[in-house]
């Protein structure tokens, strides 16, 4: 299924990069996608059932945040950043169902500080999305220190997919800030969805 969901993901990058507005086909293989990934978890024999539930419901909430962001308008913005700020929350209790409440490592802390630098630039360009835009950054940085503390201490492969996960997830939502709150630029769609897919696989991988 992650293979099926990395075809259709390449498919869905062809086929924004190449129209001249949004292609059709974009509509169906995006939410696509996401949903060949999401049923990969959901088909995984899970080493730890409560983290696989967590990261499936966290899924399915990235899943309703892609259909909403795939349309126009500050409401549908509004209701992906919610979607995904949800997610996030989700994630969070995904990393912390087994361990608990770990303090992160000085790596992590050294790895958001561009993140927080990048934050400091974009918040005066968002106007009335402010607040949100700040809330959704906290709690994104939040998911990825959480995310850092449980692989330094569980240390095995699937705890550090999921910690690299949660980093590329800032990349593309950087990423996605750029282009919604200062300018589009070229290949926007492929940066943005690369990495959004990436990060949401290695989380996908991370459970089994």
């Known amino acids: 299924m992650l293979l099926a969901a990395a075809v259709s993901a390449l498919l869905a990058i062809a086929a924004e990069e190449r129209a001249a507005g949004r292609h059709p086909a974009f509509y169906a293989l995006k939410p696509l996608t996401t949903t ?3 049923a990969a978890v959901w088909a995984t024999p899970a080493r730890e059932p409560v983290y696989a539930e967590w990261i499936v419901a966290g899924l399915a909430l990235s899943l309703c945040g ?8 500050d409401r549908a913005f509004i209701a992906g950043l919610g979607s995904f700020l949800i997610a996030h929350g989700l994630f969070v209790a995904a990393f912390h169902s087994s361990h608990g409440w770990l303090a992160p490592p000085l790596w992590s802390l050294l790895a958001c500080v561009p993140a927080l630098a990048f934050f400091g630039w974009l918040i005066p360009r968002t106007g009335p999305m402010k607040g949100p835009v700040v809330v959704y950054g906290l709690s994104l940085l939040a998911m990825a220190l959480v995310a850092a503390a449980r692989a330094q201490v569980v240390d095995d492969r699937a705890a550090w997919l999921a910690s690299i996960g949660a980093f590329v997830f800032i990349v593309s939502d950087a990423s996605l800030a750029v282009c919604q709150f200062q300018r589009p630029y070229r290949r926007a769609q492929a940066l943005i969805l690369s990495t959004y897919w990436t990060a949401i696989g290695l989380l996908a991988l ?3």
């Open 36 to 38: 060949l990934i999401l």
């Open 66 to 73: 892609d259909i909403a962001l795939m349309f126009a308008g």
């Open 206 to 208: 991370s459970v089994g």
